[in-house]
């Protein structure tokens, strides 16, 4: 018996990996590109944030709104507006309260006036970033293993497919359409090799990330398990634990807080992104101390963010800051993979530019997946049935590939809809996304196969587009107004709803165009026999 040759061997590997892991990597990939933007999709979702518009006074706002709120706090922690998220969010811990992500008092204001807003209880875009690389509904840790290995699989149907297609390149630059089976290998091939470098620099910088979860032997080995000791020597933030806020020393006076204009424009000579967020230790007291955080850098080996500048809260001079220990080699190395990995540092076309990059990526998994189908419809139509095997792959192709988009809309829709008292509002966000997506699966089980496809296709196109047309309602939230006003990121968001929308729309109108081959061809009309000579006659 003949063996199989080692390129023959790739593609079975390519096939059967792609396809066993397919969905999950389809659903990974997919909310991981909308990662990229989440903190613009968790504004555009708190719709309370629309009028709010920062200016140079904002910082100067925040300080006279916390005077007033909590004059006896023991430490103020202002986050600045930015870019990607121009909230202006304010938080105070009392004294001996325990310093961490979940204490304290919160508060978000406005930018422009520095009054209180109530903003409607989200995850936002973070729900999709966590469930990128963390699912829902189960153990951390276990959602986590289950999303590395499939990242390894990815990896491996990466490699195995280039080495597959000898003439992958050549194949990028043709498409023949309706074609069947060769139109979606010809989609396959030129959306896996338009992004290549992306695709497998995101899988393996993704891999690199479950590094200290997958292999942790070493640190085990010379920290005796202690992961928090390892990263705390290693400089990494994750392993600074909580502390208690200092309680006021006897020889406390009270004293009137520097102004913190001046502060602010000496981080903006030091930093080119200038400050991000204010901490004020014991304000209103002469041991008052202003810490300044760098806004995150352009730097793909420092983390953005790690400087800092301090100084004393009455007289405003500068204080000694702790020097940055030098980062380790394999610290700056993992730094590089990780910066890539959640482009941090990118502004934003270099962030456009990686969306565009995950959306090519998610369509590779797609038409893969469709691929799969069509590819073994001639084997079908000689057995006269449909294999059960063959049918459930048909069934969770439409429920993920069109159905995730559909579960998304949805998700933005409850955002909108649900009343913003609501008990447990968050979680019925996410209770909404997962209903329907476990609805877009059960379909396909009730319809056929093609209008199983066009009908969820439909409904995600009209979900997407009738969001910004529901937003004309929202005060600061319509198209016209954020034109005007210029704020592109809602802008942005609006547009990109309508682009998704018209290109669902445009896939089940080609989808209801579509006839399968044996439909298209036709039988050839019989020839007239030519008359004889006796019939003449």
Known sequence: MKQPSFRQTNAWLHTWTGLLLGWLLYAVFLTGTLSFFHQEISFWMKPELHGSVPDGDSAIRAVDRLQQLAPDAAQWNINLPTERNPALEVQWFAPGERIGKGGGQ?????????????????RGGGFLYRFHFELYGMPRVTARW???????????AIISGVVTHKKIFKDFFTFRPRKGQRSWLDAHNATAVLALPFHFMITYSGLLLFMYMLMPWGVNSAYQGDMQAYFSEAGNRRGAPERDVQRPASNEQPAELTAIAPLLAQAEQHWPRGAASIRISNPGSSRAVIELRERGGDSLIERGGSEQLRFDGVTGGLLDTPTAAAIPATNAVY???SSLHLIRFAGPPLRWLFFLSGLLGTAMIATGLVLWVVKRLPERRKLGRTPFGHRLVEVLNIGTVAGLPLAIGVYFWANRLLPAGLTQRTDWEIR????????????????SHKRAWQEQLVAAAVLFASLPLFSLGLPYSGLPSTLVSGSWLLVSMDLTLLASAALLGYAAYALGRHQPAAARQSPRPARKALPTTEASA
């Open 106 to 122: 919160r508060l978000t204001l406005d930018a422009a006036t520095g009054e209180p807003i109530t903003v409607r209880e989200t």
């Open 146 to 156: 289950i999303v590395a290995v499939a990242t390894m699989v990815m990896l491996v």
């Open 335 to 337: 730094n590089v993979f």
């Open 432 to 447: 909404s996304f997962l209903l329907a997506w476990l609805l877009c699966l059960l379909h396909p089980l009730l319809r």
